[in-house]
């Protein structure tokens, strides 16, 4: 009787000797798991439970490195996550009736002021087709003024934006370089209580002709600002364009819209973008960006305004044909974000009265790569994962990350199946893993733009 009390021979003593061993027998990450909900100091106080106050718990090598390596590839997930769990709240609000934002006030009033600033640096090869497309434009429900800021140029850009019509402000200041400067630089010369919305084209881009119309008609614009659909001038220009193209269809004719059935602000996209002057006034211009499309956004976002998406306002651009030719442009983009996303992310993540959905949206779209390079990353990554550590929960992080392109797959197929040419672009396809790479690589390249800060001329397609 006392041996099997004691724990010798008998029955009951194989049960305790059963309930009292060591967990050396038990997998490694069943014993992280069962130690992970006890804070260590609490383990070797003894205040855990008997089962995990094994001397082997939890300090072998494998558990150790599993918890260093979840503790890296959590916030990774987290992150990576966001835009599959916006895109999933907003497509949660519209399936259960959500109708989004009421129309603007004043809808249909005319005639609204229009001015349209087009900063133009050495810009001689486009300037002409660019103010010739805004002379085009329906203009009789707007009044426009188009004012073309030859900015620091070297060449004749102003002289061939005079011999097509356009009002012509002429800057030179070294010291204050870039789009950001030149427009802050004309924004202090306007009579702003005259105007009700400027729009800032680019010079190498061309308006539709319907541009001004769909604008004014949106709704009155004074208080409020406007995203453009942003196309290609050069749609078939070989596949890059055309991945190109497929990827603003995707984000204007789907998940952009998405956002504005949801209620969402639509990200400023840069090129075409519309800034009421009351909405000016409130929240100023940002004219030490980088980026000055992705200032706006988090600042307007921030300070509660709204961002609306017009679709038949259209602008479009020249997409170089070799991808190589769109790196200076990648990589201030990409510096650019980071440096709004350094500046906001604190009164992003506390300050009142931002809705969930909007903060979580907003710091989707700033911590993104772009969705091809976050496809890629969270493939790659989240298979990379599974296959060399297949135990729980690192495997869970590792198939979300497998999950996070989901929105990128969904929009994408969207957008062939609504794309005139469908075969052109799922050839084009092929080419993606050059494309993925390139982006990739624009990440560290975009380090020296983000710590220098310094602003520089994308070439163009006509440069010597």
Same mark, same amino acid.
Not at 104 to 112: A, H, I, L
Not at 291 to 316: C, H, K, P, Q, S
Not at 332 to 357: C, D, E, M, N
């Given at each position: 009787?006392?041996?099997?009390?004691?724990?010798?021979?008998?029955?009951?003593?194989?049960?305790?000797?059963?309930?009292?061993?060591?967990?050396?027998?038990?997998p490694?990450?069943?014993?992280?798991?069962?130690?992970?909900?006890?804070?260590?100091?609490?383990?070797?106080?003894?205040?855990a439970?008997?089962?995990?106050?094994?001397?082997?718990?939890?300090?072998?090598?494998?558990?150790?490195?599993?918890?260093?390596?979840?503790?890296?590839?959590?916030?990774?997930?987290?992150?990576?996550?966001?835009?599959?769990?916006?895109?999933?709240?907003?497509?949660?609000?519209?399936?259960?009736?959500?109708?989004?934002?009421?129309e603007?006030?004043?809808?249909?009033?005319?005639?609204?002021?229009?001015?349209?600033?087009?900063?133009?640096h050495?810009?001689?090869?486009?300037?002409?087709?660019?103010?010739?497309?805004?002379?085009?434009?329906?203009?009789?429900?707007?009044?426009?003024?188009?004012?073309?800021?030859?900015?620091?140029?070297?060449?004749?850009?102003?002289?061939?934006?005079?011999?097509?019509?356009?009002?012509?402000?002429?800057?030179?200041?070294l010291?204050l370089?870039?789009?950001?400067?030149?427009?802050?630089?004309?924004?202090d010369?306007?009579?702003?209580?005259?105007?009700?919305?400027?729009?800032?084209?680019?010079?190498?881009?061309?308006?539709?002709?319907?541009?001004a119309?769909?604008?004014?008609?949106?709704?009155?614009?004074?208080?409020?600002?406007?995203?453009?659909?942003?196309?290609?001038?050069?749609?078939?220009g070989?596949?890059?364009?055309?991945?190109?193209?497929?990827?603003?269809?995707?984000?204007?004719?789907?998940?952009?819209?998405?956002?504005?059935?949801?209620?969402?602000?639509?990200?400023?996209?840069?090129?075409?973008?519309?800034?009421?002057?009351?909405?000016?006034?409130?929240?100023?211009?940002?004219?030490?960006?980088?980026?000055?499309?992705?200032?706006?956004?988090?600042?307007?976002?921030l300070?509660?305004?709204?961002?609306?998406?017009?679709?038949?306002?259209?602008?479009?651009?020249?997409?170089?044909?070799?991808?190589?030719?769109?790196?200076?442009?990648?990589?201030?983009?990409?510096?650019?974000?980071?440096?709004?996303?350094?500046?906001?992310?604190?009164?992003?993540?506390?300050?009142?009265g931002?809705?969930?959905?909007?903060?979580?949206?907003?710091?989707?779209?700033?911590?993104?790569?772009?969705p091809? &390079?976050?496809?890629?990353?969270? $493939?790659? #990554?989240?298979?990379?994962?599974?296959? /060399?550590?297949? *135990?729980? !929960? +690192?495997?869970?992080?590792?198939?979300?990350?497998?999950?996070?392109?989901?929105?990128?797959?969904?929009w994408?197929?969207?957008?062939?199946?609504?794309?005139?040419?469908?075969?052109?672009?799922?050839? &084009?396809?092929?080419?993606?893993? $050059?494309? #993925?790479?390139w982006?990739?690589?624009? /990440?560290?390249? *975009?380090? !020296? +733009?983000?710590?220098?800060?310094?602003?520089?001329?994308?070439?163009?397609?006509?440069?010597?």
């Amino acid at each position: 009787m006392g041996g099997a009390r004691d724990g010798g021979p008998g029955p009951r003593g194989r049960r305790c000797r059963q309930k009292t061993t060591s967990m050396s027998r038990v997998p490694t990450w069943q014993r992280f798991s069962l130690a992970s909900a006890w804070p260590l100091e609490q383990l070797y106080e003894g205040r855990a439970p008997p089962e995990l106050r094994s001397q082997h718990l939890p300090l072998d090598p494998p558990a150790i490195m599993q918890l260093l390596l979840n503790l890296v590839l959590a916030p990774i997930v987290l992150i990576w996550l966001l835009p599959l769990l916006s895109d999933l709240m907003a497509a949660t609000k519209v399936l259960f009736g959500a109708r989004g934002r009421p129309e603007p006030v004043g809808r249909g009033e005319s005639p609204q002021s229009l001015l349209i600033l087009v900063p133009a640096h050495n810009e001689s090869g486009q300037i002409s087709d660019c103010v010739a497309a805004i002379g085009r434009m329906e203009s009789t429900s707007a009044d426009v003024r188009l004012i073309v800021i030859a900015d620091n140029c070297s060449d004749d850009t102003a002289t061939k934006a005079r011999a097509e019509g356009a009002e012509v402000w002429e800057r030179t200041n070294l010291d204050l370089r870039g789009k950001p400067h030149a427009i802050q630089w004309a924004l202090d010369r306007c009579e702003l209580d005259q105007i009700d919305c400027i729009s800032i084209v680019d010079a190498d881009a061309q308006v539709h002709p319907e541009f001004a119309k769909a604008l004014v008609e949106s709704g009155a614009l004074r208080e409020r600002a406007v995203q453009t659909y942003n196309a290609l001038l050069n749609p078939d220009g070989g596949w890059a364009a055309l991945l190109g193209d497929l990827l603003g269809r995707s984000k204007y004719e789907g998940q952009y819209q998405l956002k504005a059935r949801a209620g969402l602000n639509a990200p400023m996209t840069g090129n075409g973008m519309c800034m009421g002057t009351g909405l000016i006034r409130r929240c100023g211009w940002a004219s030490d960006a980088l980026t000055e499309n992705w200032e706006m956004y988090a600042r307007f976002t921030l300070a509660g305004e709204r961002i609306d998406l017009v679709i038949d306002a259209r602008v479009a651009s020249i997409e170089p044909e070799a991808v190589e030719d769109s790196t200076v442009r990648r990589r201030r983009w990409q510096a650019g974000k980071w440096s709004v996303l350094k500046r906001y992310v604190v009164p992003l993540l506390t300050r009142r009265g931002i809705p969930f959905h909007q903060r979580i949206d907003l710091l989707a779209e700033l911590v993104s790569p772009g969705p091809v &390079a976050h496809a890629g990353i969270g $493939f790659g #990554l989240g298979a990379l994962v599974v296959l /060399l550590a297949p *135990a729980w !929960p +690192t495997t869970v992080l590792g198939w979300a990350l497998i999950a996070s392109p989901l929105p990128t797959v969904v929009w994408t197929a969207h957008a062939i199946a609504g794309h005139p040419e469908p075969g052109k672009v799922l050839l &084009a396809m092929f080419r993606l893993p $050059f494309y #993925l790479l390139w982006r990739i690589t624009i /990440l560290p390249r *975009a380090l !020296p +733009t983000y710590l220098g800060g310094a602003w520089r001329r994308s070439p163009r397609a006509d440069d010597a």
